[in-house]
């Protein structure tokens, strides 16, 4: 096969990458009046292509975020996405180079992380990804599902049209902060490609604002279909829902379930942790539909990314990392409440470097990464350290597509 050639691309090569991409996942072209929003995305400096004599034939590109770590800090996170290589190039090599590059690149642009989401789980963790959170997918009816009256109540919920919206739900998601591990930051850009054209279009979804005390501190965004004639089964799907407080969670879930005429409320992404069962007369009136990898991490620069965050009260520990791609990155980790530094000291605990992105923002326990052939444990005291250590106290969640 000729020489695979990668290399950063020129901007006016980023609409045909942007294609190539969705060729590769069975999407159309853009439109010029598409490209418009969509074309932003693309950051000078962080789009790659891969060329075979002379012809693009795959390209993968990074969007400067900001990763919420346990602790309530942020780390900058490269979120890597526009992931193709054409349908007749496939299978020979030419992702794995533009993976390695990306990788490089992330390193080299200063991202201690890189943040994806996958359409093929069987893919990444041979380039030292790994799950870093779970999210889950619910449905309720809400005939049948009301809210217990200890539930907390008394804010407000209005509802804000498509046109407004494109100016204030990028405020309020800044204003909603690093308000969970796994929340990442939506530049403009990601608004303006993801949000505006919803927003401007006939059939903009419902906007759902909740204000509490402080001001406005959450929102759900969703849409209703309608199956068969009017007056017909009516489903509620809410797309994106985040929401910084305990009162703002129960508003919102008040405000979609007392929605008219609806039968039955589908949320795909919500926090593992956020125990909508509990809220309800009956238990049974939350179904999880499917329990889902939501987030995935790589941690291209090990010791920045564990330093950035902070440790719960644990013992020292001595954590052994391997990493085949990024070398720089294998060695032994000190790891305490007081930071994190390089040690020559014998490991407690040894494991790949896409086993500890399971475990950076607290979503698997080392205990069960143990139980699932994760790591090796050289001190068996060292599991349970290590979770008093990465443990976190409210589940991992992102809830943001790219
Ligand atoms: C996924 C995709 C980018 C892989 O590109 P590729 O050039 O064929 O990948 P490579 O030849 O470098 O293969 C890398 C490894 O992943 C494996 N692999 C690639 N695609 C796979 C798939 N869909 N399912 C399972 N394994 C896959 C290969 O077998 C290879 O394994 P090996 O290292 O053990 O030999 C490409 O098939 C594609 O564009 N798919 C459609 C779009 C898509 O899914 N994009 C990713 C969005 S996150």
Redesign the pocket.
């Known amino acids: 096969m000729a020489e695979v050639d990668v290399r950063v691309l020129a901007k006016s090569d980023h609409r045909a990458a942007h294609d190539l991409?969705r060729g590769?996942?069975h999407a159309p072209p853009v439109s010029d009046g598409e490209w418009a929003y969509a074309q932003d995305l693309h950051e000078p400096g962080l789009a790659l292509g891969a060329y075979l004599e002379g012809e693009l034939v795959?390209t993968?590109r990074l969007q400067r975020s900001r990763l919420a770590l346990p602790g309530g800090a942020t780390v900058p996170m490269a979120a890597a996405?526009g992931?193709?290589?054409?349908?007749d190039?496939?299978?020979?090599?030419?992702?794995?180079?533009?993976?390695r590059e990306c990788l490089d690149l992330a390193v080299e642009q200063g991202f201690p992380v890189v943040g994806?989401?996958?359409?093929?789980a069987?893919?990444?963790r041979?380039f030292g990804h790994g799950v870093g959170n779970l999210s889950r997918a619910v449905r309720l009816y809400p005939r049948e599902a009301r809210l217990r009256p200890e539930v907390p109540c008394g804010g407000d919920v209005r509802l804000i049209g498509g046109a407004s919206s494109a100016g204030l739900l990028p405020r309020l998601y800044e204003r909603l902060g690093p308000y969970r591990p796994g929340v990442i930051g939506r530049s403009a850009a990601w608004w303006k490609a993801t949000w505006e054209p919803l927003a401007k279009s006939a059939r903009s979804p419902v906007v759902a604002v909740h204000s509490g005390p402080d001001g406005d501190d959450g929102f759900a965004v969703y849409r209703t279909m309608q199956s068969g004639d009017s007056g017909a089964r009516v489903t509620l799907m809410v797309t994106d829902f985040h929401a910084a407080n305990p009162e703002a969670v129960a508003g919102l879930w008040r405000f979609l379930l007392g929605v008219d005429l609806v039968e039955e409320v589908c949320a795909r992404r919500r926090p593992t942790d956020e125990l909508v069962e509990g809220m309800l007369d009956d238990w049974r009136a939350c179904r999880t539909h499917s329990l889902n990898d939501d987030l995935w991490l790589r941690l291209v620069d090990l010791p920045k990314a564990l330093d950035a965050r902070s440790y719960g009260d644990g013992e020292p520990l001595v954590l052994e990392v391997r990493d085949e791609l990024l070398p720089a990155n294998t060695g032994s980790y000190r790891i305490s409440p007081d930071g994190v530094e390089a040690t020559s000291d014998q490991a407690q605990l040894s494991m790949g470097v896409d086993a500890l992105a399971m475990a950076y923002l607290g979503t698997t326990s080392f205990a069960t990464l143990a139980g699932i052939g994760g790591l090796r444990v050289i001190d068996s005291k060292a599991p349970a350290n290590a979770d008093r250590l990465f443990g976190a106290s409210a589940a991992a969640f992102c809830g943001t597509t790219f």
């Open positions: 991409a590769s996942q795959g993968s996405t992931k193709g290589v054409r349908a190039r496939t299978r020979r090599g030419i992702f794995t180079r533009l993976e994806s989401r996958v359409s093929e069987t893919i990444y041979r």
